[in-house]
């Protein structure tokens, strides 16, 4: 069974400057897919960034970046110069069941920005 | 471009109410359809998925039945509605086994 784990409920960060989330994760795919998204007070789920797990080299979208370590299970993200904008709830996720492209979520970390 | 929409937005319904919300989506062909419920401070729960017309999969039994119409449209219904069925429901789309996109939810409170 596919599981995601994040273990910071809630971090805190000042504006410019950087954060990282985590994220593990168990899948027995063995073709799969990890994201974040992230979800502001309007509650829409928005996609930040995606990683094929194929690939070594780690995902990078603007000021968003993961680190990938598919031994260890482990997927984070990294937020360089932290804006207001990005306080939100943020969820990892994992395909599973092949082509039907079903998500498991983590249970989310609540980020809040200082300015 | 794609989208997707959702309504109501928000839905204030009485227990034992029937439920329709519905889902459509813009812009692609034959896509995977999801249904999920979000409880208040807490994760995404799938609910259902389709990935044709008439071919919907439960992921969790319980009070609600989803139905897909047509190509783009789904259906998430409840012939009578239960305080537990509370909540935030979103729609999201797929092609293949990639990145799902969301719909701007619907805020459902059963009194």
């Known amino acids: 069974a596919q599981t995601v784990t994040q273990s910071q409920p809630e971090m805190s960060v000042q504006e410019a400057e950087t954060v990282t989330l985590s994220c593990t994760y168990d899948?027995?795919?063995?073709?799969?897919?990890l994201f974040w998204y992230k979800q502001p007070p309007s509650r829409q789920m928005i996609l930040v960034i995606r990683q094929e797990a194929y690939k070594q080299q780690n995902a990078t979208e603007n000021r968003f970046s993961v680190n990938f370590q598919k031994a260890a299970k482990s997927f984070s993200l990294k937020i360089s110069d932290s804006q207001l904008g990005d306080a939100a709830m943020y969820f990892c996720?994992?395909?599973?069941?092949?082509?039907?492209?079903?998500?498991?979520f983590g249970k989310g970390t609540k980020l809040s920005v200082k300015p | 471009s794609q989208t997707i929409h959702q309504w109501p937005a928000t839905l204030v319904q009485p227990v034992g109410s029937p439920l329709s919300l519905e889902c459509t989506v813009e812009?692609?062909?034959?896509?995977?359809l999801y249904w999920y419920r979000q409880a208040a401070g807490r994760g995404l729960q799938l609910l259902f998925y389709s990935v044709g017309i008439g071919q919907i999969s439960s992921e969790v039994p319980q009070n609600l039945s989803a139905s897909r119409p047509q190509d783009r449209q789904f259906i998430l219904s409840s012939k009578k509605l239960l305080l537990s069925d509370s909540g935030f429901y979103l729609c999201?789309?797929?092609?293949?086994?990639?990145?799902?996109?969301f719909g701007p939810g619907t805020r459902l409170t059963v009194t």
């Open positions: 812009g692609t062909s034959n896509p995977n």
């Open positions: 999201a789309w797929s092609v293949g086994h990639g990145e799902q996109y």
């Open positions: 996720a994992t395909n599973y069941g092949g082509s039907q492209g079903n998500l498991i």
């Open positions: 899948t027995s795919e063995s073709d799969y897919y």
